[in-house]
Protein backbone atom coordinates (compact mmCIF):
# COMPACT_ATOMS: atom_id res chain seq x y z
CA UNK A 1 0.00 0.00 0.00
CA UNK A 2 1.57 3.28 -1.05
CA UNK A 3 0.11 7.27 -0.51
CA UNK A 4 -0.60 8.80 -3.50
CA UNK A 5 0.80 12.55 -2.95
CA UNK A 6 -1.47 14.07 -5.83
CA UNK A 7 -4.55 12.39 -4.96
CA UNK A 8 -4.07 12.52 -1.15
CA UNK A 9 -4.81 8.75 -0.10
CA UNK A 10 -3.22 5.51 0.20
CA UNK A 11 -3.81 2.86 -2.87
CA UNK A 12 -3.57 -0.87 -2.67
CA UNK A 13 -1.02 -1.93 -5.60
CA UNK A 14 -2.72 -5.01 -7.37
CA UNK A 15 -0.57 -6.48 -9.73
CA UNK A 16 -1.71 -9.22 -12.24
CA UNK A 17 0.27 -11.94 -13.84
CA UNK A 18 -1.43 -12.82 -17.26
CA UNK A 19 -2.44 -10.75 -20.52
CA UNK A 20 -5.16 -13.26 -21.47
CA UNK A 21 -9.09 -13.50 -20.69
CA UNK A 22 -8.68 -13.35 -17.22
CA UNK A 23 -5.69 -10.93 -16.73
CA UNK A 24 -7.66 -8.91 -19.41
CA UNK A 25 -11.04 -8.21 -17.80
CA UNK A 26 -9.49 -8.36 -13.87
CA UNK A 27 -8.07 -5.07 -15.13
CA UNK A 28 -10.14 -3.89 -16.63
CA UNK A 29 -12.76 -4.17 -13.45
CA UNK A 30 -10.29 -2.70 -11.27
CA UNK A 31 -9.29 0.33 -12.87
CA UNK A 32 -12.63 2.02 -12.72
CA UNK A 33 -11.50 2.02 -8.68
CA UNK A 34 -9.91 5.48 -8.15
CA UNK A 35 -7.76 4.27 -5.20
CA UNK A 36 -6.35 0.59 -6.36
CA UNK A 37 -3.84 0.87 -8.79
CA UNK A 38 -3.10 -1.72 -11.45
CA UNK A 39 -0.22 -3.15 -12.95
CA UNK A 40 -0.69 -6.05 -16.06
CA UNK A 41 2.29 -8.04 -16.45
CA UNK A 42 2.07 -10.15 -19.36
CA UNK A 43 4.84 -12.31 -21.60
CA UNK A 44 3.45 -10.47 -24.97
CA UNK A 45 1.88 -7.20 -25.87
CA UNK A 46 -0.54 -8.41 -27.83
CA UNK A 47 -3.84 -10.23 -26.78
CA UNK A 48 -4.70 -13.40 -28.08
CA UNK A 49 -8.55 -14.44 -29.25
CA UNK A 50 -8.52 -18.22 -29.16
CA UNK A 51 -11.52 -18.87 -30.57
CA UNK A 52 -10.62 -17.34 -33.78
CA UNK A 53 -6.94 -18.97 -34.20
CA UNK A 54 -8.55 -21.35 -36.45
CA UNK A 55 -10.18 -19.09 -38.80
CA UNK A 56 -6.58 -17.17 -38.88
CA UNK A 57 -5.05 -20.50 -39.63
CA UNK A 58 -6.78 -20.64 -42.76
CA UNK A 59 -6.57 -17.18 -44.09
CA UNK A 60 -8.30 -15.05 -41.92
CA UNK A 61 -7.62 -11.69 -40.70
CA UNK A 62 -5.45 -11.44 -37.64
CA UNK A 63 -7.66 -8.69 -36.41
CA UNK A 64 -9.72 -11.45 -35.67
CA UNK A 65 -7.20 -13.14 -33.11
CA UNK A 66 -4.39 -10.65 -31.66
CA UNK A 67 -5.44 -7.13 -30.59
CA UNK A 68 -2.15 -5.06 -28.83
CA UNK A 69 -2.52 -4.91 -25.50
CA UNK A 70 -2.11 -1.21 -25.20
CA UNK A 71 -5.05 -0.60 -27.24
CA UNK A 72 -7.22 -2.89 -24.79
CA UNK A 73 -6.37 -0.73 -22.26
CA UNK A 74 -6.14 2.78 -23.92
CA UNK A 75 -8.43 5.21 -21.43
CA UNK A 76 -7.62 3.36 -18.47
CA UNK A 77 -4.72 3.91 -15.37
CA UNK A 78 -3.60 0.25 -16.08
CA UNK A 79 -0.08 0.08 -15.76
CA UNK A 80 0.92 -2.60 -18.94
CA UNK A 81 4.50 -4.09 -18.05
CA UNK A 82 5.58 -6.86 -21.11
CA UNK A 83 8.07 -8.90 -18.65
CA UNK A 84 8.06 -12.56 -18.08
CA UNK A 85 7.61 -13.38 -14.42
CA UNK A 86 9.38 -16.56 -13.08
CA UNK A 87 9.52 -16.04 -9.34
CA UNK A 88 6.80 -15.57 -6.74
CA UNK A 89 7.96 -14.78 -2.85
CA UNK A 90 4.48 -14.18 -1.13
CA UNK A 91 6.18 -13.39 2.15
CA UNK A 92 7.88 -11.02 0.69
CA UNK A 93 5.00 -10.00 -1.47
CA UNK A 94 7.50 -9.78 -4.74
CA UNK A 95 6.75 -11.58 -8.04
CA UNK A 96 10.04 -10.96 -10.47
CA UNK A 97 11.85 -11.56 -13.70
CA UNK A 98 15.29 -11.95 -14.52
CA UNK A 99 16.01 -8.11 -14.39
CA UNK A 100 13.45 -6.69 -12.32
CA UNK A 101 10.76 -6.97 -9.48
CA UNK A 102 7.31 -6.03 -8.64
CA UNK A 103 5.98 -5.52 -5.03
CA UNK A 104 2.31 -5.80 -4.46
CA UNK A 105 -0.14 -6.50 -1.97
CA UNK A 106 -2.16 -8.67 -3.99
CA UNK A 107 -1.14 -10.70 -7.04
CA UNK A 108 -3.80 -12.21 -9.12
CA UNK A 109 -2.36 -15.35 -11.70
CA UNK A 110 -3.89 -15.76 -14.79
CA UNK A 111 -1.15 -17.51 -17.10
CA UNK A 112 -2.70 -19.85 -19.23
CA UNK A 113 -1.84 -23.41 -20.10
CA UNK A 114 1.10 -24.46 -22.55
CA UNK A 115 1.38 -27.03 -25.01
CA UNK A 116 2.26 -30.49 -24.11
CA UNK A 117 2.83 -33.16 -26.49
CA UNK A 118 3.20 -35.79 -23.74
CA UNK A 119 6.46 -36.97 -24.30
CA UNK A 120 5.53 -38.71 -28.12
CA UNK A 121 9.24 -38.64 -30.05
CA UNK A 122 9.23 -36.15 -33.05
CA UNK A 123 6.15 -34.15 -32.32
CA UNK A 124 8.02 -31.00 -30.91
CA UNK A 125 10.47 -30.60 -33.76
CA UNK A 126 8.26 -31.51 -36.71
CA UNK A 127 4.76 -31.03 -36.05
CA UNK A 128 3.29 -27.23 -36.57
CA UNK A 129 1.19 -25.00 -33.79
CA UNK A 130 -1.23 -22.25 -34.33
CA UNK A 131 -1.54 -20.92 -31.03
CA UNK A 132 0.82 -17.75 -30.92
CA UNK A 133 1.72 -15.20 -33.74
CA UNK A 134 4.88 -16.97 -34.73
CA UNK A 135 3.66 -20.34 -34.95
CA UNK A 136 1.01 -19.10 -36.85
CA UNK A 137 3.17 -17.22 -39.73
CA UNK A 138 5.47 -20.68 -39.52
CA UNK A 139 2.21 -22.62 -40.16
CA UNK A 140 1.25 -20.35 -43.29
CA UNK A 141 4.32 -20.15 -45.25
CA UNK A 142 4.66 -24.22 -44.35
CA UNK A 143 1.46 -24.27 -46.49
CA UNK A 144 2.06 -21.88 -49.20
CA UNK A 145 5.72 -22.70 -49.95
CA UNK A 146 4.78 -26.64 -50.08
CA UNK A 147 1.53 -26.00 -52.28
CA UNK A 148 3.29 -23.26 -54.59
CA UNK A 149 7.16 -25.29 -55.10
CA UNK A 150 5.80 -28.96 -54.38
CA UNK A 151 4.92 -30.87 -57.39
CA UNK A 152 3.51 -33.69 -55.84
CA UNK A 153 -0.04 -35.04 -57.23
CA UNK A 154 -1.63 -35.24 -53.69
CA UNK A 155 -1.27 -33.86 -50.16
CA UNK A 156 -1.75 -34.91 -46.64
CA UNK A 157 -2.75 -32.60 -43.89
CA UNK A 158 -3.02 -34.55 -40.55
CA UNK A 159 -4.54 -32.23 -37.57
CA UNK A 160 -4.08 -34.37 -34.49
CA UNK A 161 -6.37 -33.10 -31.26
CA UNK A 162 -10.66 -33.49 -31.85
CA UNK A 163 -11.11 -30.70 -29.19
CA UNK A 164 -12.61 -27.36 -30.49
CA UNK A 165 -9.91 -26.50 -32.42
CA UNK A 166 -9.03 -29.38 -34.00
CA UNK A 167 -12.38 -29.69 -35.50
CA UNK A 168 -12.78 -26.26 -36.28
CA UNK A 169 -9.36 -26.73 -38.07
CA UNK A 170 -9.51 -29.57 -40.04
CA UNK A 171 -12.84 -28.55 -41.40
CA UNK A 172 -11.56 -25.15 -43.08
CA UNK A 173 -8.42 -26.73 -44.15
CA UNK A 174 -9.60 -28.41 -47.15
CA UNK A 175 -11.49 -25.16 -48.35
CA UNK A 176 -8.42 -22.68 -47.30
CA UNK A 177 -6.01 -24.99 -49.56
CA UNK A 178 -8.31 -25.46 -52.04
CA UNK A 179 -9.20 -21.68 -52.70
CA UNK A 180 -5.33 -21.04 -52.04
CA UNK A 181 -4.32 -23.19 -55.36
CA UNK A 182 -7.34 -21.67 -57.51
CA UNK A 183 -6.58 -17.78 -56.66
CA UNK A 184 -2.56 -18.33 -56.92
CA UNK A 185 -2.98 -20.78 -59.78
CA UNK A 186 -0.83 -23.14 -57.73
CA UNK A 187 -0.55 -26.83 -58.58
CA UNK A 188 -3.24 -28.79 -58.55
CA UNK A 189 -3.19 -30.97 -55.47
CA UNK A 190 -5.23 -33.88 -54.60
CA UNK A 191 -6.52 -32.84 -50.74
CA UNK A 192 -6.71 -35.47 -47.97
CA UNK A 193 -7.37 -34.41 -44.42
CA UNK A 194 -7.16 -36.34 -41.67
CA UNK A 195 -8.48 -35.69 -38.26
CA UNK A 196 -6.90 -37.98 -35.31
CA UNK A 197 -8.71 -38.23 -31.82
CA UNK A 198 -7.08 -40.51 -29.18
CA UNK A 199 -10.74 -40.70 -27.23
CA UNK A 200 -13.87 -42.51 -28.85
CA UNK A 201 -15.14 -39.77 -30.77
CA UNK A 202 -14.56 -36.05 -31.58
CA UNK A 203 -15.23 -33.63 -29.11
CA UNK A 204 -15.92 -36.34 -26.39
CA UNK A 205 -16.48 -33.83 -23.32
CA UNK A 206 -20.24 -33.06 -25.83
CA UNK A 207 -23.37 -35.36 -25.23
CA UNK A 208 -22.94 -38.42 -27.91
CA UNK A 209 -25.42 -37.03 -30.08
CA UNK A 210 -23.70 -33.92 -30.71
CA UNK A 211 -20.59 -35.51 -31.58
CA UNK A 212 -21.90 -37.70 -34.09
CA UNK A 213 -23.58 -34.42 -35.87
CA UNK A 214 -20.28 -33.03 -36.15
CA UNK A 215 -18.68 -36.65 -37.28
CA UNK A 216 -21.15 -36.61 -40.04
CA UNK A 217 -20.47 -32.65 -40.92
CA UNK A 218 -17.02 -33.20 -41.40
CA UNK A 219 -17.04 -36.84 -43.24
CA UNK A 220 -19.27 -34.51 -45.65
CA UNK A 221 -16.49 -31.84 -45.73
CA UNK A 222 -13.76 -34.73 -46.83
CA UNK A 223 -12.37 -34.84 -43.55
CA UNK A 224 -11.34 -38.64 -42.59
CA UNK A 225 -11.64 -38.98 -38.88
CA UNK A 226 -9.31 -41.25 -37.13
CA UNK A 227 -11.06 -41.57 -33.70
CA UNK A 228 -9.60 -44.23 -30.96
CA UNK A 229 -6.46 -43.89 -32.71
CA UNK A 230 -3.17 -43.22 -30.37
CA UNK A 231 -0.07 -41.24 -32.17
CA UNK A 232 2.84 -42.93 -31.20
CA UNK A 233 5.90 -40.89 -33.27
CA UNK A 234 6.57 -38.51 -36.08
CA UNK A 235 9.70 -37.86 -37.86
CA UNK A 236 10.35 -35.59 -40.76
CA UNK A 237 8.42 -37.45 -43.51
CA UNK A 238 5.30 -38.74 -41.34
CA UNK A 239 3.48 -39.85 -38.05
CA UNK A 240 3.07 -43.60 -37.02
CA UNK A 241 -0.97 -43.69 -35.42
CA UNK A 242 -1.20 -46.91 -33.74
CA UNK A 243 1.13 -48.87 -35.05
CA UNK A 244 0.24 -48.18 -39.22
CA UNK A 245 2.23 -45.28 -41.23
CA UNK A 246 1.04 -41.78 -42.34
CA UNK A 247 3.15 -39.78 -44.29
CA UNK A 248 2.72 -36.44 -44.51
CA UNK A 249 4.75 -33.80 -43.68
CA UNK A 250 2.12 -31.25 -42.22
CA UNK A 251 1.05 -32.37 -38.91
CA UNK A 252 -0.99 -29.84 -37.09
CA UNK A 253 -0.96 -30.27 -33.34
CA UNK A 254 -3.78 -28.67 -31.53
CA UNK A 255 -4.21 -31.52 -28.34
CA UNK A 256 -2.72 -31.94 -25.35
CA UNK A 257 -2.32 -28.81 -22.61
CA UNK A 258 -0.97 -28.35 -19.34
CA UNK A 259 -0.62 -26.27 -16.45
CA UNK A 260 1.37 -23.36 -17.00
CA UNK A 261 5.12 -24.66 -15.36
CA UNK A 262 5.07 -21.41 -12.98
CA UNK A 263 3.03 -23.15 -10.52
CA UNK A 264 5.09 -26.50 -10.05
CA UNK A 265 8.36 -24.23 -10.05
CA UNK A 266 6.61 -22.80 -7.09
CA UNK A 267 5.29 -25.84 -5.49
CA UNK A 268 5.95 -25.40 -2.32
CA UNK A 269 3.07 -22.67 -2.45
CA UNK A 270 0.77 -24.27 -3.98
CA UNK A 271 -1.79 -27.42 -3.96
CA UNK A 272 -2.27 -29.82 -7.08
CA UNK A 273 -5.26 -31.30 -8.09
CA UNK A 274 -4.84 -34.66 -10.09
CA UNK A 275 -5.05 -32.78 -13.40
CA UNK A 276 -2.36 -30.63 -12.38
CA UNK A 277 -4.26 -27.24 -11.76
CA UNK A 278 -4.11 -25.23 -8.63
CA UNK A 279 -5.97 -26.04 -5.92
CA UNK A 280 -8.17 -22.64 -4.48
CA UNK A 281 -10.15 -21.34 -1.45
CA UNK A 282 -13.72 -20.23 -1.87
CA UNK A 283 -12.85 -16.80 -3.21
CA UNK A 284 -10.15 -18.64 -5.80
CA UNK A 285 -7.47 -17.98 -3.54
CA UNK A 286 -4.08 -19.59 -2.18
CA UNK A 287 -2.96 -17.39 0.32
CA UNK A 288 -4.39 -13.88 1.82
CA UNK A 289 -2.58 -11.80 -1.13
CA UNK A 290 -2.99 -14.26 -4.00
CA UNK A 291 -5.26 -15.03 -6.00
CA UNK A 292 -5.04 -18.19 -9.14
CA UNK A 293 -7.95 -18.05 -11.70
CA UNK A 294 -9.28 -19.02 -14.89
CA UNK A 295 -6.96 -22.25 -16.63
CA UNK A 296 -5.04 -22.16 -13.77
CA UNK A 297 -7.55 -23.14 -11.06
CA UNK A 298 -8.64 -26.28 -10.43
CA UNK A 299 -12.74 -25.34 -11.09
CA UNK A 300 -15.51 -26.47 -12.40
CA UNK A 301 -15.33 -25.73 -16.57
CA UNK A 302 -11.57 -24.14 -16.22
CA UNK A 303 -9.90 -23.51 -19.82
CA UNK A 304 -13.27 -21.88 -21.24
CA UNK A 305 -12.98 -18.82 -22.58
CA UNK A 306 -16.27 -17.53 -20.73
CA UNK A 307 -15.04 -18.82 -17.56
CA UNK A 308 -12.27 -17.28 -17.77
CA UNK A 309 -14.39 -13.82 -17.90
CA UNK A 310 -16.35 -14.52 -15.22
CA UNK A 311 -13.22 -15.48 -13.01
CA UNK A 312 -12.04 -11.74 -14.19
CA UNK A 313 -15.55 -10.51 -12.89
CA UNK A 314 -15.58 -12.54 -9.82
CA UNK A 315 -11.89 -11.44 -8.21
CA UNK A 316 -12.54 -7.91 -9.81
CA UNK A 317 -15.32 -7.39 -7.27
CA UNK A 318 -13.66 -9.76 -4.55
CA UNK A 319 -10.43 -7.95 -3.87
CA UNK A 320 -12.80 -4.60 -3.87
CA UNK A 321 -15.05 -6.33 -1.15
CA UNK A 322 -12.28 -7.35 0.50
CA UNK A 323 -11.32 -3.91 1.06
CA UNK A 324 -13.85 -2.22 1.41
CA UNK A 325 -14.67 -4.50 4.95
CA UNK A 326 -17.91 -6.04 2.63
CA UNK A 327 -19.24 -9.69 2.68
CA UNK A 328 -17.20 -11.73 0.23
CA UNK A 329 -19.79 -14.13 -1.77
CA UNK A 330 -17.96 -17.31 -2.16
CA UNK A 331 -17.04 -18.07 -6.03
CA UNK A 332 -19.79 -19.85 -8.02
CA UNK A 333 -19.41 -21.45 -11.67
CA UNK A 334 -21.25 -21.09 -14.32
CA UNK A 335 -22.46 -23.38 -17.33
CA UNK A 336 -21.32 -21.97 -20.40
CA UNK A 337 -22.87 -22.81 -23.79
CA UNK A 338 -20.54 -24.23 -26.08
CA UNK A 339 -20.28 -23.23 -29.70
CA UNK A 340 -17.90 -25.21 -32.17
CA UNK A 341 -18.17 -23.82 -36.11
CA UNK A 342 -17.50 -26.90 -38.53
CA UNK A 343 -17.10 -25.70 -41.67
CA UNK A 344 -18.46 -22.36 -43.16
CA UNK A 345 -21.83 -21.60 -41.78
CA UNK A 346 -22.30 -24.67 -39.75
CA UNK A 347 -21.94 -24.97 -36.09
CA UNK A 348 -22.37 -27.28 -33.41
CA UNK A 349 -24.09 -25.71 -29.75
CA UNK A 350 -25.05 -27.10 -27.01
CA UNK A 351 -25.78 -25.75 -23.24
CA UNK A 352 -26.99 -28.23 -20.61
CA UNK A 353 -29.79 -30.26 -22.56
CA UNK A 354 -29.98 -28.17 -25.14
CA UNK A 355 -28.48 -28.67 -28.24
CA UNK A 356 -28.93 -28.24 -31.92
CA UNK A 357 -26.48 -27.93 -35.14
CA UNK A 358 -26.33 -26.12 -38.36
CA UNK A 359 -27.09 -22.49 -39.34
CA UNK A 360 -28.98 -21.70 -36.11
CA UNK A 361 -25.75 -23.00 -34.61
CA UNK A 362 -23.43 -20.61 -36.66
CA UNK A 363 -25.80 -17.75 -36.73
CA UNK A 364 -25.44 -18.42 -32.28
CA UNK A 365 -21.35 -18.75 -32.90
CA UNK A 366 -21.37 -15.08 -34.40
CA UNK A 367 -23.51 -14.08 -31.57
CA UNK A 368 -20.89 -15.00 -28.97
CA UNK A 369 -17.98 -14.27 -30.91
CA UNK A 370 -19.48 -10.48 -30.76
CA UNK A 371 -20.29 -10.91 -26.92
CA UNK A 372 -16.44 -12.28 -26.21
CA UNK A 373 -15.37 -9.75 -28.26
CA UNK A 374 -17.53 -6.50 -26.23
CA UNK A 375 -16.48 -8.30 -22.85
CA UNK A 376 -12.75 -7.33 -23.33
CA UNK A 377 -12.60 -4.80 -25.99
CA UNK A 378 -14.06 -0.89 -26.14
CA UNK A 379 -17.01 -1.10 -28.92
CA UNK A 380 -15.12 -0.20 -31.42
CA UNK A 381 -12.05 -2.64 -31.54
CA UNK A 382 -14.86 -5.47 -30.41
CA UNK A 383 -16.61 -4.30 -33.63
CA UNK A 384 -14.09 -4.32 -35.76
CA UNK A 385 -12.16 -7.64 -34.66
CA UNK A 386 -15.48 -9.61 -34.75
CA UNK A 387 -16.28 -8.53 -38.73
CA UNK A 388 -12.32 -9.33 -38.92
CA UNK A 389 -13.34 -13.08 -37.82
CA UNK A 390 -14.97 -14.04 -41.66
CA UNK A 391 -12.47 -11.64 -43.40
CA UNK A 392 -9.61 -13.40 -45.43
CA UNK A 393 -6.59 -11.66 -45.89
CA UNK A 394 -6.54 -9.61 -48.73
CA UNK A 395 -2.54 -10.06 -49.91
CA UNK A 396 -0.60 -13.11 -49.33
CA UNK A 397 2.62 -12.63 -47.60
CA UNK A 398 4.20 -15.96 -48.76
CA UNK A 399 2.80 -15.76 -52.54
CA UNK A 400 6.11 -14.23 -54.38
CA UNK A 401 6.76 -17.87 -55.90
CA UNK A 402 3.24 -19.04 -56.67
Given amino acids: MQYNSKRKFY ?125 LDSFKRHIHTQLSEDKASERTYVVVGAGPTGVELSASLNDYVTLFQKEHGAHNHKIRIRLIEAAPTVLPKLHPKSSAKVVARLKSLGVHVMAGKMVESQDEHGLTVSGKRIDTHTVIWTSGVTNHPFFKAHSSHFEFAKNGKVIVDEHLMTDSNTYVIADNAATQYSGLA ?40 WAVLEWGKVRFAGYAGYLMRKAADFIGYSDILPIGLAFGSWRASERYEEKCPYCETV
Avoid at 310 to 325: C, F
Fill in 306 to 345: QIAIHDGIYTAKDIVRKLRGKTRPAYTTILPPVVIPVGAH
Fill in 11 to 135: FVNIVIVGGGFAGIKTALKLSKQKDISVTLISDKDYFVYYPALYSVATGGSNASSFVPLDDMLAGTDVKLIIDTITYYDPASKLVSSKDKSYSYDTVVFALGVVTTYFGIDGLDKYSYSIKTLAE
